[in-house]
């Protein structure tokens, strides 16, 4: 079955340090695999999709992610974190084949600090 | 171009009164979904649906119904609110997902906050 763990619950980096928020997932089969960012009280915004086009995948507001099949993970990074940044984060696969479902991370919320 | 948009935004309830939440999507989705989001738990799925005149439940969907008479209107709907469904209720939408895989990314409506008291 398909799963999303999320590790750590609160990060917390320093305006211009790199921000690194880890997704791993369980799947039976190729995954699609996304990040989404939810600013307070906002609904979720699409950062980024991995779809098997390339392991590596851009996102807006200069995040990144890297599919890593081998360590089933799908870590989002930023090489300088900015004050708007603050925010939840959430990873999510998609759902077993002919469910159109997707399942999600419970969210990791990113502080960033002066 | 105005997304998804849920109404109400806020609501507080007394136990065992009902209501309707609305969410409407002007992209021409097939897809569109009702989750609820609780502190540390994520979201998690109520209701869906596939198209119009077609739902199925999700993860959590005791206590929920839904219709979907209209491809762009997606209704959730508390028949008789417990304390334990005060939460931020989310819709979101996508398009046809190929092969039954959910490859679309989902677009969501800003949520509508509910308080049963």
């Known amino acids: 079955a398909q799963s999303v763990t999320q590790l750590g619950s609160h990060v917390s980096v320093s305006e211009g340090a790199l921000v690194l928020l880890r997704c791993n997932y369980s799947s039976s089969v190729p995954p699609y695999l996304f990040w989404y960012v939810q600013y307070p009280n906002q609904g979720l915004q699409l950062l980024l999709k991995?779809?098997?086009?390339?392991?590596l995948v851009k996102g807006i507001n200069g995040f990144e992610a890297e599919f890593k099949k081998s360590e089933t993970s799908f870590h989002l990074t930023k090489p300088s974190a900015h004050m708007s940044d603050a925010a939840e984060y959430f990873c999510?696969?998609?759902?077993?084949?002919?469910?159109?479902?997707?399942?999600f991370g419970t969210g990791t919320r990113l502080k960033v600090l002066a | 171009n105005a997304g998804v948009t849920q109404t109400p935004k806020f609501r507080v309830l007394k136990t065992g009164q009902s209501m309707t939440l609305l969410c409407a999507q002007d992209m021409n989705h097939e897809y569109m979904y009702w989750y609820r989001q609780d502190p540390g738990m994520g979201l998690r799925l109520i209701h869906y649906s596939v198209g119009e005149g077609t739902t199925a439940k999700g993860e959590v969907p005791d206590g929920y119904n839904v219709s979907r008479l209209k491809k762009q209107n997606f209704l959730l709907g508390l028949e008789s609110a417990a304390p334990s469904q005060t939460s931020v209720y989310f819709c979101?939408?996508?398009?046809?997902?190929?092969?039954?895989?959910?490859?679309?990314?989902?677009?969501f409506g800003d949520g509508t906050r509910l308080s049963i008291l």
């Open positions: 991995y779809t098997s086009a390339a392991t």
């Open positions: 999510a696969v998609s759902g077993p084949s002919g469910t159109y479902k997707y399942i």
């Open positions: 979101a939408s996508s398009y046809h997902n190929r092969g039954g895989v959910s490859n679309q990314p989902q677009h």
